[in-house]
């Protein structure tokens, strides 16, 4: 079909909700003025593992404004899991305040409701809470290491015989690579306003998959799903951790079916590090062999980690190592060791940002033993297919991502012997990684409800998809656009509201393809229908105006639907790309400046520039993130965080970052979809931070295996073997 129309697809145009986010119209979860709403506050526990012993409300409860303190005592019977280390989900339930059994430091133990935000916060730091401590509580990685399991059978995966590799290689690399604890921040506070009314749920909640919330409310109170709504039509960020339903939502709905009122909930900033999920610490050891000309023959990629001692997640470390390179004999292994810390979630690119690292870092230490441009090396080892599943790839453009960005760059200046690209105080280093991220595809519904007004159609979309931030509003109305051929400002978008048709919501990648070929599908069924209602020929240019005249309707409604072919099925469908860091460290102080990026990226169809840009934009920061500062600290005597507020979780600044050129391949991918949409939100953070040591060791000779990277470290390092003094 021949589309005229310059504000469909693969435009860069603003944000459609701009204006409205300006303006301060756009409503988050905490903003909804619904009334005669009161307010609710966690309290937290104040050890690692015990029981409560006793709880004194009284002065809490004499507090003006104070109509409820909810504890273990009196809190309303739920839904609690059927078996001990539950597998964590984006659907799970969420049973709080059901026991006087504490797990971690920072649990929640009570809920106070008073008719003010303040009233609330001041009662709830007079309730009283006496425990019995168990001095057997886990909170020391180091000396826990015994006690680590093998969570399921897929933990341990393998081909070919790692050491016959082995003992083919004529060189060996074999280090281990450590990433922290992080969390995920988004700027929006964790929020939401629940009403109990009826038997019925409404719930104004900070959720990046909508439909899942639904469920987890349903299923922890043991009500039907259809008597559960829930609205999160603008989200402040998310990165993973809004991704299932947390505790403060179940405490605001059970408090609000308590005393018959709404009730509003905000996590605080401090409770964002007990109570919202985080990146657990992964411990990574890689061991790889190679030829001399540069030919992989082994890769063994085994990461220890932590989950909490009532529920379970693995990061899952080792997926690039299982597809990125072409190697024949290969093991990956994830063990766990539960802990009296909060149960971990996804954060951005989960596995992925932690396990590029370490394999990226383990390639470029190889490259430096073979003498070989660690460019090259990557380039030789490619594969176009993917060895873990045994599947061709849809379409694999890494070599390219590599090649151009070198040249963007302009790799061919890198000096191959570290220390000896100098000016003045700086120490230069190059550094490069390769990237993948998967780019999965769900079912997913639509509607378009089309009106006539004064000769021009005016369409309206709904879904329950999300807007984490990522510009979904904006690529799904130019998707509308493209495929009703009508402007965008003819375009209405209603999202994130649980009485819409459901769709996976925003999370894994995989909600640009979705959201959008959902919504194309209801635009080509629309206007099918219009056609075959006046025996229009399927294949006859119309406008959607003229068939509505035609069929003599003022408004018109259709729905569509969306989901993976069968020949998706049968390919490895990911996205691809690569990053160069220019880093300068000044060689007396450890001080260091990332001063360059290049990312390039093979994403499919990119709806929109400018959206897409802004989503690489924030990976690459992340990425820096991970290596400049970020890092969460457990206090090992009481299992409390040490970082506990911005003022000492460190993120990166505008002066922290460097000066960026990315880069989108063309790339026709319909195995994807019908329409080659692939994810980015998540390939922008991966490898990032390869990069960037592997630049640091270019420059210093000294490599750092353990995130984040400080001056002290740089200082404190000695130089690789091999590295001239």
């Given at each position: 079909m021949k589309k005229s129309n310059k504000t469909g697809i693969g435009n860069a145009i603003d944000r459609?909700?701009?204006?409205?986010?300006?303006?301060?119209?756009?409503?988050?979860?905490?903003?909804?003025?619904?009334?005669?709403?009161?307010?609710?506050?966690?309290?937290?526990s104040t050890i690692a593992k015990g029981t409560i012993t006793s709880i004194d409300t009284s002065e809490a409860e004499k507090q003006e404004g104070v109509l409820k303190v909810i504890t273990y005592k009196n809190a309303e019977k739920l839904k609690t899991f059927d078996e001990e280390m539950v597998s964590i989900a984006t659907d799970t339930i969420a049973p709080v305040l059901q026991s006087n059994q504490v797990h971690y430091y920072g649990e929640y133990v009570?809920?106070?409701?008073a008719e003010t935000f303040e009233q609330a916060q001041y009662a709830a730091r007079l309730v009283k809470f006496e425990y019995e401590a168990d001095p057997s509580a886990v909170i020391d990685f180091d000396k826990s290491r015994s006690k680590a399991y093998k969570p399921n059978e897929k933990s341990d995966y393998s081909r070919g015989n790692l050491d016959q590799g082995i003992a083919e290689a004529d060189e060996v690399v074999e280090q281990t690579y450590i990433t922290p604890i992080e969390h995920h921040h988004p700027m929006e506070l964790h929020a939401a306003i629940v009403s109990w009314e009826n038997g019925k749920v409404t719930a104004y909640a900070s959720q990046q998959i909508v439909e899942d919330a639904t469920i987890a409310i349903s299923a922890t109170f043991q009500i039907p799903t259809k008597d559960v709504r829930v609205v999160s039509a603008f989200v402040g960020g998310g990165f993973g951790s809004k991704l299932n339903l947390e505790r403060h939502v179940i405490m605001a709905t059970m408090?609000?079916?308590?005393?018959?009122?709404?009730?509003?909930?905000?996590?605080?900033?401090?409770q964002m590090f007990t109570n919202t999920g985080m990146r657990q610490l992964n411990e990574q050891k890689m061991k790889i062999g190679a030829k001399k000309d540069g030919t992989l023959t082994a890769l063994s990629h085994e990461t220890l980690s932590h989950t909490s001692t009532n529920q379970e997640f693995q990061e899952p470390c080792g997926m690039v190592s299982k597809m990125l390179y072409n190697v024949a004999n290969a093991t990956v292994k994830d063990r766990l060791i539960p802990m009296n810390l909060q149960t971990?979630?996804?954060?951005?690119?989960?596995?992925?940002?932690?396990?590029?690292?370490?394999?990226?870092?383990a390639m470029d230490e190889m490259a430096w033993k073979l003498k070989m441009d660690p460019l090259e090396f990557r380039i030789k080892n490619d594969t176009q297919q993917d060895l873990h599943k045994n599947q061709p790839f849809s379409s694999r453009l890494l070599v390219e991502c590599l090649r151009i960005g070198a040249d963007k760059f302009g790799w061919k200046d890198r000096k191959d012997q570290p220390g000896t690209n100098q000016k003045g105080n700086w120490l230069i280093g190059y550094g490069v990684s390769a990237a993948s991220r998967n780019s999965p595809y769900q079912k997913t519904y639509a509607k378009v409800i089309l009106t006539l007004e004064d000769g021009k159609v005016m369409a309206k979309v709904q879904m329950d998809a999300t807007d984490i931030g990522t510009g979904s509003y904006t690529i799904?109305?130019?998707?509308?656009?493209?495929?009703?051929?009508?402007?965008?400002?003819?375009?209405t978008v209603e999202l994130g509201d649980s009485d819409f048709p459901v769709t996976p919501g925003s999370g894994g990648s995989w909600g640009a393809a979705s959201f959008s070929n959902g919504v194309r599908s209801a635009c080509e069924n629309a206007i099918a229908k219009l056609k075959n209602n006046r025996n229009v020929a399927g294949d006859k240019e119309i406008s959607v105006a003229k068939l509505m005249k035609m069929n003599k309707l003022k408004t018109f409604e259709s729905e569509g639907m969306a989901e993976p072919s069968a020949e998706f099925k049968k390919h490895s469908v990911f996205s691809f790309g690569a990053n160069f860091s220019e880093v300068w460290v000044d060689k007396d102080t450890g001080m260091y400046r990332i001063k360059r990026m290049v990312n390039v990226a093979s994403a499919g169809k990119v709806l929109n520039p400018k959206t897409a840009y802004g989503q690489i934009i924030g990976g690459l920061t992340m990425g820096a993130g991970m290596v400049i500062a970020e890092q969460t600290k457990?206090?090992?005597?009481?299992?409390?965080?040490?970082?506990?507020?911005?003022?000492?979780?460190h993120v990166p600044v505008n002066l922290d970052m460097a000066n960026i050129e990315v880069v989108f391949l063309p790339e026709e991918d319909k195995i994807a979809n019908k329409m080659g949409i692939k994810g980015i939100g998540e390939l922008g953070i991966t490898s990032v931070a390869a990069s960037i040591s592997n630049a640091i060791f270019n420059a210093t000779g000294k490599r750092m295996r353990e995130l984040?990277?400080?001056?002290?470290?740089?200082?404190?390092?000695?130089?690789?073997?091999g590295v001239m003094a």
């Amino acid at each position: 079909m021949k589309k005229s129309n310059k504000t469909g697809i693969g435009n860069a145009i603003d944000r459609v909700e701009g204006h409205l986010k300006v303006m301060g119209k756009a409503k988050y979860a905490s903003e909804y003025p619904i009334k005669n709403k009161v307010y609710g506050q966690g309290i937290n526990s104040t050890i690692a593992k015990g029981t409560i012993t006793s709880i004194d409300t009284s002065e809490a409860e004499k507090q003006e404004g104070v109509l409820k303190v909810i504890t273990y005592k009196n809190a309303e019977k739920l839904k609690t899991f059927d078996e001990e280390m539950v597998s964590i989900a984006t659907d799970t339930i969420a049973p709080v305040l059901q026991s006087n059994q504490v797990h971690y430091y920072g649990e929640y133990v009570g809920f106070v409701v008073a008719e003010t935000f303040e009233q609330a916060q001041y009662a709830a730091r007079l309730v009283k809470f006496e425990y019995e401590a168990d001095p057997s509580a886990v909170i020391d990685f180091d000396k826990s290491r015994s006690k680590a399991y093998k969570p399921n059978e897929k933990s341990d995966y393998s081909r070919g015989n790692l050491d016959q590799g082995i003992a083919e290689a004529d060189e060996v690399v074999e280090q281990t690579y450590i990433t922290p604890i992080e969390h995920h921040h988004p700027m929006e506070l964790h929020a939401a306003i629940v009403s109990w009314e009826n038997g019925k749920v409404t719930a104004y909640a900070s959720q990046q998959i909508v439909e899942d919330a639904t469920i987890a409310i349903s299923a922890t109170f043991q009500i039907p799903t259809k008597d559960v709504r829930v609205v999160s039509a603008f989200v402040g960020g998310g990165f993973g951790s809004k991704l299932n339903l947390e505790r403060h939502v179940i405490m605001a709905t059970m408090a609000s079916k308590m005393i018959n009122r709404p009730v509003q909930v905000t996590v605080t900033r401090t409770q964002m590090f007990t109570n919202t999920g985080m990146r657990q610490l992964n411990e990574q050891k890689m061991k790889i062999g190679a030829k001399k000309d540069g030919t992989l023959t082994a890769l063994s990629h085994e990461t220890l980690s932590h989950t909490s001692t009532n529920q379970e997640f693995q990061e899952p470390c080792g997926m690039v190592s299982k597809m990125l390179y072409n190697v024949a004999n290969a093991t990956v292994k994830d063990r766990l060791i539960p802990m009296n810390l909060q149960t971990p979630f996804a954060m951005r690119a989960p596995g992925e940002a932690t396990g590029s690292f370490a394999l990226e870092s383990a390639m470029d230490e190889m490259a430096w033993k073979l003498k070989m441009d660690p460019l090259e090396f990557r380039i030789k080892n490619d594969t176009q297919q993917d060895l873990h599943k045994n599947q061709p790839f849809s379409s694999r453009l890494l070599v390219e991502c590599l090649r151009i960005g070198a040249d963007k760059f302009g790799w061919k200046d890198r000096k191959d012997q570290p220390g000896t690209n100098q000016k003045g105080n700086w120490l230069i280093g190059y550094g490069v990684s390769a990237a993948s991220r998967n780019s999965p595809y769900q079912k997913t519904y639509a509607k378009v409800i089309l009106t006539l007004e004064d000769g021009k159609v005016m369409a309206k979309v709904q879904m329950d998809a999300t807007d984490i931030g990522t510009g979904s509003y904006t690529i799904i109305a130019q998707t509308a656009s493209e495929y009703l051929d009508i402007p965008v400002n003819q375009i209405t978008v209603e999202l994130g509201d649980s009485d819409f048709p459901v769709t996976p919501g925003s999370g894994g990648s995989w909600g640009a393809a979705s959201f959008s070929n959902g919504v194309r599908s209801a635009c080509e069924n629309a206007i099918a229908k219009l056609k075959n209602n006046r025996n229009v020929a399927g294949d006859k240019e119309i406008s959607v105006a003229k068939l509505m005249k035609m069929n003599k309707l003022k408004t018109f409604e259709s729905e569509g639907m969306a989901e993976p072919s069968a020949e998706f099925k049968k390919h490895s469908v990911f996205s691809f790309g690569a990053n160069f860091s220019e880093v300068w460290v000044d060689k007396d102080t450890g001080m260091y400046r990332i001063k360059r990026m290049v990312n390039v990226a093979s994403a499919g169809k990119v709806l929109n520039p400018k959206t897409a840009y802004g989503q690489i934009i924030g990976g690459l920061t992340m990425g820096a993130g991970m290596v400049i500062a970020e890092q969460t600290k457990v206090e090992p005597n009481f299992g409390n965080f040490i970082t506990r507020s911005f003022a000492d979780y460190h993120v990166p600044v505008n002066l922290d970052m460097a000066n960026i050129e990315v880069v989108f391949l063309p790339e026709e991918d319909k195995i994807a979809n019908k329409m080659g949409i692939k994810g980015i939100g998540e390939l922008g953070i991966t490898s990032v931070a390869a990069s960037i040591s592997n630049a640091i060791f270019n420059a210093t000779g000294k490599r750092m295996r353990e995130l984040p990277i400080t001056p002290e470290k740089l200082i404190e390092a000695g130089l690789e073997p091999g590295v001239m003094a």
